[in-house]
């Protein structure tokens, strides 16, 4: 049974740690096109039909395209996030003996 138990915390750690690369490389993607792009659709604004980015108060006009891919991946690190905190737990629970 204790080999078993073994074998279970060794996937939940591969599961963990791969669950956190995942939200770590979806941040830095994020971080490097929110750069790139002069900001994020989160805190950025539409108005008359013109897309803006922000960051910082500056705010950056985008394609609707770019706007609403930013959008996206802004919503999808905050879904990745406490996935990613949840896989280091997970990570650690299996190295624990």
């Not at 490389?25 to 039909?49: H, M, P, Q, R, T």
């Not at 406490?82 to 624990?96: E, H, M, N, S």
């Amino acid at each position: 049974m204790r080999g078993r138990m073994g074998g279970m915390r060794r996937h939940l750690g591969t599961i963990g740690t791969a669950f956190f690369f995942i939200a770590v490389i979806n941040f830095a993607i994020y971080e490097a096109v929110s750069l790139k792009i002069g900001g994020d659709a989160i805190n950025g604004k539409v108005e008359n039909g013109h897309y803006y980015v922000c960051s910082h108060g500056q705010y950056t006009e985008v394609s609707h395209e770019i706007w609403n891919y930013s959008n996206a991946h802004a919503i999808s690190v905050l879904i990745t996030h406490p996935i990613g905190l949840l896989g280091c737990a997970l990570a650690v629970y299996a190295a624990k003996k």
